[in-house]
């Protein structure tokens, strides 16, 4: 009886750093898939990138790199400024300088502090949080957001604002109302490994199937987790 408490005190203790451990072992194998993935492409050795802590992590980079290299979309909507905009950046004024990127930030005092680049196709866009409640659960989202962008992006990728407990980056569903049956995207969510983001994923694929729209999910989970989802003419992501 003893013994078995003994046990199981020991695994409460140590089977969240388990779990730690597990995660640091699959961010460190990202992290050499992403390097053998860009090896040909010196220009990104010129970037600041820091995949650690609350920024962009390596399977984040991993997925992110494919999608741009192979799929090469030619409009992006990234919402939340950072080291993810930096290496979209070096893509677009290297491989991809017909791509349009538009992105969406609530910090005016972070886009003043941020060195976006030199590519002439991105485009800040400033918009106040608002609040918000979806089943009784409070939410923030762009005040305007949909006024303010297209409807149709080949590419949205979803890292911002900061994450809340329920229904977190909410307005990609707010997108996905407008989507028609026949469009064609991308969408990766950051942080999938949190509940927030799982919520909304979920409304979000409650939505797509509401307009007929065919996808397929993939996710990739390394010190954080992306959900990936694309429609049929971008599957061949699945393979990444």
Not at 5 to 32: C, G, M, R, T
Not at 48 to 54: A, F, L, R, T, W
Not at 72 to 77: A, C, G, Q, V
Not at 141 to 169: A, K, T, V
Request: hydrophobic share 40%; glycine share 4%.
């Amino acid at each position: 009886m003893i013994k078995n408490l003994i046990l199981k005190y020991i695994h409460k203790i140590f089977a969240p750093n388990n779990k730690q451990n597990s995660d640091n072992i699959s961010e460190l194998l990202w992290a050499n898939i992403y390097h053998d993935t860009i090896r040909n492409k010196r220009w990104l050795d010129n970037i600041s990138i820091s995949p650690y802590g609350m920024a962009i992590n390596y399977s984040m980079l991993y997925v992110l790199s494919r999608v741009l290299n192979e799929i090469k979309p030619k409009s992006i909507l990234e919402f939340g400024l950072g080291q993810s905009t930096k290496f979209i950046n070096a893509f677009i004024d290297n491989e991809l300088q017909d791509t349009t990127h538009h992105i969406i930030e609530h910090d005016s005092y972070w886009i003043s502090e941020f060195k976006v680049g030199s590519s002439n196709f991105q485009k800040i866009i400033q918009l106040d949080l608002a609040r918000t409640n979806i089943k009784n659960k409070n939410i923030q989202f762009y005040n305007g957001l949909l006024e303010e962008i297209d409807n149709q992006y080949d590419l949205f990728l979803i890292d911002g604002p900061n994450g809340l407990p329920s229904y977190s980056r909410y307005d990609i569903c707010l997108i996905a109302e407008k989507f028609k049956e026949n469009d064609q995207f991308i969408i990766i969510m950051d942080d999938f490994q949190r509940s927030g983001e799982k919520q909304t994923v979920e409304k979000l694929i409650k939505i797509l199937v509401s307009k007929n729209i065919k996808f397929h999910s993939k996710i990739f989970v390394g010190s954080k987790s992306q959900f990936l989802l694309v429609t049929d003419e971008h599957k061949i992501a699945l393979t990444f």
